[in-house]
C-alpha cells in the first residue's frame, strides 16, 4: 500500500542524512534512510493504524500514525523536527541514545527505530507515560523487525 504523506519536510540528500547520523555518531537503518530520501516525513492522509503486543497492558493493542518527524536542514527547533526529538527525548533520559524517534500516534507516544545491535532496526513503541523501572527509560512496545516490516504492516482504517 502507498501512503501519501501531507505537510512533508524539504526533499532532503544522502549526504544530509550522513552528516545527521555523524552529529549523532549513529548508522540509520537502510529501510529508513530511503524513506527520508523519498517523503523526509509528513502526515499520512488517512488514519494508518498498526498492531503490537503492549508491554504495559499485556495485551495486543493497536495505534495510528499520527506524523513521521521530519530532518529539517535548519536549526529550526521545531515539535515535529527529528534532531529535536532526538535531543529532547535523549536529554530528557526518556530514552537511550540507541533509540530513535521517528514518528509520533495520536496519544503523545513515540515511534522508535533500535540501533541496539542485537535488535537493530526493530520498531518499538514507546510509551510515554510509563517508565521502565529497570532503565528508567519510556516502556517499550515491539512493533516490526523492521523499518519496511512496519510501514507493509499499517492498514487503512476504514472507519
Known sequence: MQMKL???????????IRSFEQVFSIVL???YKS???ESNGGMPDGDYVFEFFDEVTE????????????LNTNEDGSY???????????NDEALGKSDIPFALDP??????????????????LCNHEYEDADT?????????DSFSKFLESLSLDAD
Not at 6 to 16: A, L, P, R, V, W
Not at 59 to 70: D, G, L
Not at 108 to 123: A, H, P, Q
Not at 136 to 144: E, P
Open 6 to 16: 501531507n505537510d512533508s519536510g524539504e526533499k532532503i540528500t544522502s549526504e544530509e
Open 29 to 31: 537503518p537502510e529501510d
Open 35 to 37: 524513506f527520508l530520501e
Open 59 to 70: 495485551r495486543i493493542n493497536h495505534s495510528v500514525i499520527q506524523e513521521f518527524f521530519i
Open 80 to 90: 515535529n523536527d527529528l534532531k529535536n526529538n532526538c535531543m529532547n527525548l535523549w
Open 107 to 124: 496519544g503523545g507516544n513515540y515511534l522508535c527505530l533500535s540501533l541496539n545491535s542485537d535488535d537493530y532496526g526493530t520498531v518499538y
Open 136 to 144: 528508567g527509560y519510556l516502556v517499550k512496545s515491539k512493533v516490526a
